[in-house]
Each structure stands twice: as C-alpha cells, then as structure tokens.
C-alpha cells in the first residue's frame, strides 16, 4: 500500500469517526428531548399547557443564538411529541390507536427507537395526507427515465437548491450539517 493510499484510509476513517459522532450526538438530543415529553406526560401536561411550553421553547431557542423560525420549527416538532405522548390531540391519538397516556408513550418511544433525529420522530409520528400516497393510476404515468449527462443539473446546483430549502423551511446549519453527516454515514456504508 502506498503512503498515499495509507494516508486516504487515515483520512476515511477520521471522517467515518466524525460522522458517528455527529450521528451519537444527534441521538442523544433526541433521547433527552423524549425523555423529558415523557416525564410531562406522565406528570399530567395538559391542552391548556401546549402554548406556554411553545412559547417557553421558542423563547429559549431563540435566546441561545437560533433564528426565530428555526425556533418555531423545533418547537412545532417538539409539539407533536408531546400530544402524542400525553394523548392531547384526537386525530393523532386515533390514527396511532392511542387511549390513555401509558399507549402513547409507548408509540414516542417505537417512533423515536426508528428516528435518526428529532425532525424523523416528528415525520413518523404525522398522519400521513391522502395526496401523499400516489395511485396506481399516477405512477403508470410517472417517467422513469433518468436525464441524460448533458441534461443533468450540476450537483453544486442541486446542493445549492436543497441549502435554500432547507433555511426557508427554518432548519438551522446545525440540523443541516447532522442531515448531511448521516447522509454521509449511509453512503459510507452503502459504498463498502
């Protein structure tokens, strides 16, 4: 093996090693976020107690330096966790066959054990909308032709579109960075 060759595996493996520890940390997060859901809800949080603790959330998330949608976002995100968890909204309560608190802090808990982050478990705690599931009938007439080189859009131009997104839809850098390390994580992956 060259040094060259030597020196890209020490630099592969730093840069795996980072990326599971962004990935750790984003877990972590998440687990203390859900730990503490599940502590309100079993301590009685109720309906009339979701707008102070929003407020509180983005209030505190905006004095730590975050931009106010960002703040927003979280929050919302953090919002469903907790009417999930505390059975405080009936069309979610229904749709994950929650009755009394005990069930849902088991659904938080299935959801955040499959999550990546808090924005997966806020994803896979939503009630899926009628237009996102396609007929039969609307993917025969989907294309499955892929463009050709030339037609290609760059993939700076891509990254661009998807970074621009990403701060219109309020995501911080931070969130942004933990997206693309695990992205990077699962392509590591899928490469070896």
Do not use: W
């Not at 609307?138 to 030339?150: I, R, Y």
């Not at 969130?175 to 392509?187: F, G």
């Amino acid at each position: 093996m060259s040094n060259i060759e030597t020196l890209g595996t020490r630099i592969a493996k730093a840069m795996i090693k980072g990326d599971d520890a962004i990935a750790k940390a984003t877990q972590s997060t998440l687990n203390k976020v859900c730990d503490e859901v599940i502590k309100a809800a079993r301590a009685g949080i109720t309906k009339a107690d979701l707008k102070p603790l929003r407020a509180s959330i983005v209030s505190q998330y905006v004095e730590a330096g975050n931009e106010e949608s960002s703040a927003k976002v979280q929050a919302s995100q953090v919002m469903r966790l907790v009417k999930v968890a505390a059975n405080l909204d009936k069309k979610l309560s229904d749709f994950h066959e929650i009755q009394d608190v005990d069930d849902g802090v088991s659904t938080l808990c299935t959801a955040a054990d499959n999550a990546t982050s808090l924005k997966t478990c806020y994803e896979s705690l939503g009630i899926p909308k009628a237009d996102d599931v396609a007929t039969d009938e609307e993917a025969s007439d989907e294309g499955t032709s892929e463009p050709t080189a030339s037609e290609a859009n760059e993939i700076g131009h891509l990254f661009s579109e998807f970074m621009q997104k990403a701060f219109e839809n309020g995501h911080t850098k931070m969130e942004i960075a933990h997206y693309l390390a695990q992205v990077s994580i699962d392509l590591h992956r899928d490469a070896s």
